[in-house]
């Protein structure tokens, strides 16, 4: 037993020193695991360095904006100039109605804005007292000229009277006819005197009332012959230039509905249509400048038929449209202007390129552009103000 027992404790601290060994070696390969790690660590870092060292510091990141981007469209971009005036009746259909003579309206027989026919009576006038009273004695002149010259030649037929004596005589009753004459023409021999209207017109002006004494001479109406009316507008002096004869315009009056659109190649926003709308074409463009406002009175034909509808007086709005080019366009926002003119931006590569351009026409909202436009390349709409020339961007493309 005690044999035994001396060979199972030696057995026993064998196996107690190959368990050590076998720590050992485990401690060991783990060392090397960690050495072999931090070796290679260290290798990546003198690497890396060694880059740095190389290269100076590490280049920073380069600027970069974000912007919004739509493709370049070439699009018929329509500038209009908007006036205002008014329907006037035509030049020259209108009619003037004066009195020859002094008299007393007794009776107006119309009224502004009525139509007559041929021959209507527009208005009853009594003779003046003065001029029944001239008339009088314009008559008893002849009668007292007549006997006269009655007596003269008896006497000159038994040698009593002498030729002259009778030229004086029938000079007398010459110049009495003709005042009796001019005052009958004068409306002297009428107990009243009726104005006709001329020709089928309208009547646009009444200037007195029944009751008042106008002056010989003085006009008391105008009509217009039924003609097509004109329309007058005011242009300011320095636009006048842009306008030719011929030039089409729409009309519309002021106080209804707008019917005009924007129109840029399409029709991009329309608003309800106005039925009272119709059509001109300018007359001329000569004149003078009106004192009163300050501008030059343009005259338009109506064209449309719908124009005898509406009445004399009417305050009108006019668009005329003065180019209609086809173009670039793009938003008023992405066209930029400094000491070196007018540009935009374009993104080629997402890098930003300055590109020169000339302004066209232009909208509230849209410019007609001209330059080295690439159709390739996608133009800057929002965020330019930011960019520079060769900047990178971020884009969003509508």
């Given at each position: ?123 009853v006038i009594k003779p003046d007292p003065q001029l029944l009273m001239m008339t009088t004695q314009a008559r008893s002149a002849v009668v007292l000229a007549q006997g006269e010259r009655t007596r003269i030649a008896s ?244």
């Open positions: 037993m005690q044999l035994l027992s001396v060979r199972s404790r030696f057995k026993l601290l064998l196996k107690h020193n190959s368990k050590r060994h076998d720590i050992k070696r485990t401690n060991n390969k783990k060392i090397l695991t960690f050495k072999r790690f931090y070796f290679l660590m260290l290798s990546f870092g003198l690497i890396y360095t060694s880059n740095i060292t190389s290269a100076g510091t590490p280049a920073e990141a380069k600027p970069s904006a974000w912007v919004k981007t739509e493709r370049p469209v070439q699009k018929n971009l329509v500038e209009t100039l908007i006036a205002y005036g008014t329907l006037q009746s035509n030049p020259t259909s209108l009619y003037s109605i004066s009195l020859a003579q002094a008299g007393q309206i007794a009776q107006l027989n119309v009224s502004v804005g009525q139509h007559v026919r041929k021959g209507t009576s527009l208005a006497l000159l037929a038994v040698h009593l009277a002498t030729q002259s004596q009778m030229a004086t005589a029938e000079k007398n009753l010459i110049d009495a006819k003709a005042t009796l004459q001019a005052a009958l023409q004068q409306g002297g021999g009428q107990s009243t005197q009726i104005l006709r209207a001329p020709a089928d017109a309208l009547v646009t002006n009444i200037n007195n009332q029944a009751g008042e004494r106008p002056a010989a001479g003085a006009v008391i109406m105008q009509l217009s012959k039924v003609m097509p009316m004109q329309a007058v507008i005011g242009i300011a002096p320095n636009m006048i230039s842009k306008l030719r004869t011929g030039m089409k315009v729409m009309i519309t009056p002021v106080f209804g509905a707008n019917i005009f659109e924007k129109n840029i190649g399409q029709k991009t926003e329309q608003t309800r249509p106005n039925p009272n709308a119709f059509s001109g074409v300018i007359i001329h463009t000569n004149g003078v400048i009106n004192k009163q406002t300050g501008q030059i009175d343009i005259p338009i034909k109506l064209t449309s038929p719908l124009a005898k509808q509406q009445p004399s007086g009417l305050p009108i709005k006019v668009m005329i449209p003065l180019s209609n080019e086809k173009s670039w366009v793009v938003p008023r926002n992405a066209v930029l202007k400094d000491a070196q003119g007018s540009y935009i931006y374009q993104v080629s590569h997402k890098l930003a390129v300055r590109v020169p351009v000339k302004i066209g026409t232009q909208t509230n909202q849209f410019t007609a552009i001209s330059g080295a436009i690439n159709p390739q390349l996608n133009i800057v709409v929002l965020g330019n103000y930011t960019l520079q020339d060769g900047m990178m961007v971020r884009e969003q493309v509508q």
